[in-house]
Structure formats: structure tokens, C-alpha cells
């Protein structure tokens, strides 16, 4: 059972508690494909056969793999530029995330977004966005849509801790409050931002807090836990498909590795890190599989076997794709369609 608050008032929403043995498979292996994808890239980043920007989200995967399943087919994802995991999970081959990491023609976005900049709306990812907190209201803005269309589908808008500086993010918790919104905003907070820890940015450290001045329902998630996750979403997700509007959820999380490839995270002990790891949440969904019954050790590696040869079939793929035209780069500029606005 979880609890959700508006204002002063309390509502009981009743969720299920046991998950079936086909979801905590589709958990585990959604999430050590995240894991050994993420792994591999930062492997070749080392290499220097991916370039530029890369942020790895290594020990994030439970926020992900939790919120989809609690989730329904069409409904809308929207993150910052850690996406690498987020569009795998929703179903991108992982060859078109790799070849997009080398810049490939093939890659996802063509070769023009690299790390940061990721799309695929045949899976509802609206990616991918470089700038600190700038999806966060075009996450308003595509709820907006699916209520004014009456779809009954909703966004999940993601953010780091960081994000949540940004004035953009407090104009999008009010407005999507006002108007009832579909939406459930997700704050990842992995304890930094870039290098900075919460606790020095900020008197408020639980950040759930923030969705109190909307009086928007607001809730902290153990967010190693892909069960937590799953759960808080449920609820989120009911109360946005019902027009009671958005949800705040504090997703605590956290990151093995540093910000990006260039940050060696000496901001962090070792004994820190390691607290994190003994949680970690794709063991935590192995020993239950395990515990239950629902896979053998044997099982489990003919998966992990299977996640080992899908990732390097990536590798092989992108490396074999070739580099965009240069031509490329004035093409998907300007809208192609006929619209009364737009003049030849």
C-alpha cells in the first residue's frame, strides 16, 4: 500500500505488492543490458572511439526499468543528457545507441546527437536534452498535449538534482499543477550535481519538498529498489490518468562512476561508494530470483551470455557504419511540411 499526499489530505491507493516471475526476468535483464551497454562505453571512451561528452549511468538503472513497467505503451519519456539507459530501456536497439556514441550515420539521431542528444519516437523518447533542466518544460508542455488531445496517456519528465536550481523547473511544477497536468516529474538525485553534493547547494535536502509550495503530491523513492520504483509510479501514474494531475517523485539514487568520462569523482570515498554498491539493484533483483525460485544460476548466465553478445554485436555495428554525409548537417533543419506559417 503507498500513500500519496495532497496538501493535507491523504489518499490510500492500494498496489500489488508480488510481482509475477516474467517481471522480475524482464527487470533483470533490462537493467544488465543497461549495466554491460553503459560499461562497454565507457570501455571505447577510453579508446577514444567515442568522443565528446559521455555520461555513463551506471547504478541509475533501477529508475528506469521500475517506472516502465509500471507503465503503459504510448505514454511519454523526456530526460536530460545521463539517456544512453533510458532509450535502451524503452526499446532502441542497442546498435543504434552505440553507432549513435561513434557519430555513425546509423545511430539513432544520425550521427548528430551523440551521448546527449538522443530520440526515437517509434518508442515515445523525446530524448536527450544538453542543457541543465531545459527538458523539464517541454515535459509540461507534452503533457499538455496528451490531455488537450484526451489520449489518456501521460510524460514522465526525468532531471538530475541539479536541475531542480533551475527556475524553469519551479515554472513547470506550477503551471502543471494548475492545469492538472498528466505528468509525473522524477528528480534523480544521485547526491551531486556534477561535483557538488546536494547538501552544499541547497538548505532543503529532500527534495520532495520542492512539489509542497503546489501543493503537489510528493514522495521520496528508494530508488535502488526497482520494486520501490515501480510502486511509486503506479500510483503517480493512476492519479494522472484520473486528471488529479501531476506527481513529484525524489528517485534516491546513485552513480558508481563520476559525471561525465572527464570526472574522476575524488569528491567521493571509496567506503561511500561501496555502501552503495552492497544495495546494488541488479543483485538485489538476482537474489530474488534466485530466493523465488524463478531462474537458476545456470539461466542467469545464459541471459548475462546473451547481453554480452547483443552488446558487442553493437560494438561491430557501429564501428562498420559509416560517417554522415557532410550534407547531412543542413538536412532536418527547418520543417519540411506545408504548414500556413512557413514561407518558402
Not at 134 to 151: R, S
Amino acid at each position: 500500500m503507498a500513500t500519496t499526499t495532497k496538501g493535507k489530505t491523504k489518499t490510500k491507493t492500494i498496489v500489488k505488492d508480488k510481482f509475477s516471475k516474467e517481471t522480475y526476468l524482464n527487470w533483470y535483464e533490462s537493467m544488465q543490458l543497461m549495466r554491460k551497454f553503459e560499461e562497454k562505453a565507457g570501455q571505447l571512451y577510453g579508446q577514444q572511439k567515442i568522443r565528446g561528452f559521455c555520461h555513463l549511468y551506471i547504478g541509475q538503472e533501477a529508475c528506469v526499468a521500475g517506472a516502465i513497467s509500471a507503465l503503459e505503451r504510448g505514454d511519454k519519456y523526456i530526460t536530460a543528457y545521463r539517456d544512453h539507459a533510458h532509450a535502451i530501456a524503452l526499446g532502441s536497439h542497442p546498435n543504434a545507441i552505440m553507432a549513435e556514441l561513434f557519430g555513425k550515420e546509423t545511430g539513432i539521431s544520425k550521427g548528430k546527437g551523440g551521448s546527449m542528444h538522443m530520440f526515437d519516437k517509434e518508442n515515445n523518447f523525446f530524448g536527450g536534452h544538453g542543457i541543465v533542466g531545459g527538458q523539464v518544460p517541454l515535459g509540461a508542455g507534452i503533457a499538455f498535449a496528451e490531455k488537450y488531445n484526451k489520449t489518456g496517456k501521460l510524460c514522465v519528465c526525468y532531471m538530475g538534482d541539479g536541475a531542480v536550481r533551475q527556475g524553469a523547473f519551479h515554472e513547470a511544477l506550477n503551471l502543471a499543477m494548475t492545469w492538472k497536468l498528466p505528468i509525473i516529474f522524477v528528480i534523480e538525485n544521485n547526491g551531486y550535481a556534477m561535483g557538488t553534493s546536494v547538501k552544499r547547494t541547497s538548505n532543503v535536502t529532500d527534495l520532495s519538498k520542492l512539489g509542497d509550495s503546489y501543493d503537489m503530491p510528493s514522495q521520496s523513492v528508494d530508488a535502488m529498489s526497482v520494486i520501490e520504483v515501480h510502486k511509486a509510479v503506479e500510483v503517480a501514474g493512476e492519479r494522472a490518468r484520473k486528471g488529479d494531475g501531476p506527481t513529484l517523485l525524489e528517485f534516491k539514487t546513485y552513480r558508481y562512476k563520476g559525471h561525465s568520462m572527464s570526472d574522476p569523482a575524488k569528491y567521493r570515498t571509496k567506503e561511500e561508494v561501496e555502501e552503495y554498491k552492497a544495495k546494488d539493484p541488479i543483485e538485489q533483483v538476482k537474489a530474488a530470483l534466485l530466493k523465488n525460485k524463478y531462474a537458476t544460476e545456470a539461466e542467469i548466465e545464459v541471459i548475462n551470455n546473451r547481453i554480452k553478445e547483443k552488446v558487442a554485436e553493437s560494438v561491430v555495428f557501429a564501428e562498420e557504419s559509416n560517417y554522415p554525409d557532410p550534407a547531412e548537417a543542413f538536412r532536418d533543419v527547418y520543417v519540411q511540411k506545408d504548414y500556413p506559417y512557413i514561407m518558402d
